[in-house]
């Protein structure tokens, strides 16, 4: 007998409607999803379907037109920007197509960023970015600045800079896009050991089937509407 | 604290453009505690005029003479407690540049009516009983390297001696120091009797005189006395608080604090540019970062910090150096090698050059950081 999972992430008949002057972009209509606890969710779909703009309001980047996003119980589009920025920083880990790494900062301080959020010591941040670098094999990376780090390396530091907090919710967008085979099979290596050894939840934006088969379950977005099936 | 270094990194990131927003700032800051010593020099007799004191000077201008007579008429009006005569002596010192003021005086009066001016008591006596006897002030002692008991040669400008000669040549008796920092240290002063007597002309007649009241309240019911005593006589008076006069002696060469702030306004109005310029494109090339940080859960009033916060780390650095450096330029003596009255950077004017780092920080970073706190995440992760 299995054990149910609880759902994580519950996504309600949303809108998200673009202004571009007078013309409105209905990206997504009466869109409704559920991810339960501990998933790893592959969002596939052709550019422009809304793939990544649903990631956004998954994460509280962005805010809904119409419709409800609870994510552990909590209803983001509710939030304030101030409390939505705070909860942002607790339950969501980002992982971006290239990286977006500071690129004054070494490794370690690149991952200590989101922990400068909290009330930790500057010891206590050193040890935990240490910890996160070490899970993502690049303890002996510590001091490098991006530009001498790989395309691997850069995401790899980019994923440590997403669990470093601990968070309940991985979010990915493209995270093998910029990167060649080998570096991209890595990178997905880790992100099935996070959910399978450490039960975070992710959601992967990709245009890859190939990286979409790690996933435990693949969805297709078109037209503002999410299937199980890719369109024909 | 714990935001500093993730600043400071940011300044790093183009070196080129943060050292020379750097070096203008400080140059800026340099400029304005130079010039703001150079003005205190200029108007520092304002700054420590009695406000118990008039001087009384001929209607038409400062040049023209006055009877030495006025003193004792002066005297008998009611409020005024005391009237010294001066006059302007005009000499030079070995070569034209070293030109410095030069009055004859009476030593104990004078001494009396400026007690701001201090010698002690044996070059007091010194001077009350050597007819030739001068004292100077201690900046201009120091310029030259005078020693009591040296003998002074003036070369006169206006005041032939008896006989055709324009040489004087007075004793050293003392050298007198400044009750207070703006206290006027530059003047050399020497006895009106042996002057009086040995000129070619104008015997009897004086410069000016200061006139001590009893109540500064009434300061312009006095002068207005004073001058209705000599109305319609050949040598009409004007009477006035020392500090205006100070001020309109120091208006002769114009108006050098407005022509110092002007400078000062011009430069700073051209380094705000510099810096906002900085800011706004520090702001534009790393709107992504930005927003990865807001995306990472840096609230906008944090990101605003930031922004804002290396604007002051780099004003407050290079102002602060700036300020530094003026300071330790001042402290090095001023750039006429003793002829301006007091040469400091007054500590008003050190406050007011933190207050105008902190502005020109807030002006250069608001706009930059207004629009880093404004950034909607997903729109600028697109860019």
Redesign the interface.
Known sequence: MTEEKKTLVKVNDVDKVFKRGSEEIHVLGGLDLQIPEGEFLALMGPSGSGKS?LL?LI?G??RPSQGSIEIGGERIEKLS??RL??W???HVG?V?QFY?L????TAQ?NVE??L??TSMS?AERRKRAGIALEIVGLSHRTGHYPRTLSGGEQQRVGIA?AIVTDPTLLLCDEPTGDLDRKSGDEILDLLQALNAEQGKTIVMVTHDIHAAARASRTLYLNKGQLSTEPEE | MKYLYLIWSNLKRKKMRTILTFLSITVAFLLFGYLAAIKQGFSQGIDVAGADRLVVRHKISIIQFLPQSYESRIEQIEGVEDAVHQTWFGGVYQKPSNFFAQLPVEPEEYLEMFPEFILSEDEKQAWFKTRTGAIAGRRIADRFGWKVGDRIPIEATIWRRKGGSLSWEFDLVGIYDGAEKGTDTTQFLFRHDYFDEARAFGEGQVGWFTVRISDPDNAAEIAAAIDAEFANSPYETKAEPEGAFVQGFANQIGDIGFIMMSIVAAVFFTILLVAGNTMAYAVRERTNELAVLKAIGFTDRAVLGLVLGESFLLTCLGGGLGLVLAWLLVSMGDPTNGSIPAFFLPTKDLLLGVALIGLMALVAGILPALQAGRLHIADALRR
């Open positions: 703009t956004n994460g980047l962005d920007s101030r920025a705070s942002r920083a607790r980002l971006f977006n500071m690129p004054v900062l301080k960023l989101p400068l959020l500057r800079r």
